[in-house]
């Protein structure tokens, strides 16, 4: 897991974005345990909206927060399902959090595109 560091260092948005995520993550896992074709089958469900929000101007900021916070939920629940070690705070700035969570899957075979 990356380094902790204060979340007043990383300014606001990150703070908010990570406190999101975590609270919804929190939530997955008090509501479903899944197995790992199960969590597999989220995140690929989840992926292609996620990163059509992430364009500039294709969906409403709110829409696209919610669409985001739902791929990085899943992406965490299938990593740490995997062994990886990882959680909201490596999601501070969100998509280099998704990239290596994508990366550290892709170096175990699995192949998100």
Partial sequence: M???????????SAAVYTHLLAAALADADRR???GATVLLRDVMRRR?????????????????????????????????????DCGPRDFDRPADGRERMERALAERGIDLD
């Fill in 2 to 12: 990356i380094a902790e560091q204060p979340l007043a260092e990383k300014g606001p």
């Fill in 32 to 34: 479903k345990h899944s």
């Fill in 48 to 84: 292609p909206a996620a990163l059509t929000a992430a364009a500039p101007h294709a969906v409403p900021a709110a829409t696209a927060l919610t669409l985001e916070i739902g791929y990085d939920v899943a992406l965490i629940r299938y990593a740490r399902c995997l062994g990886i």
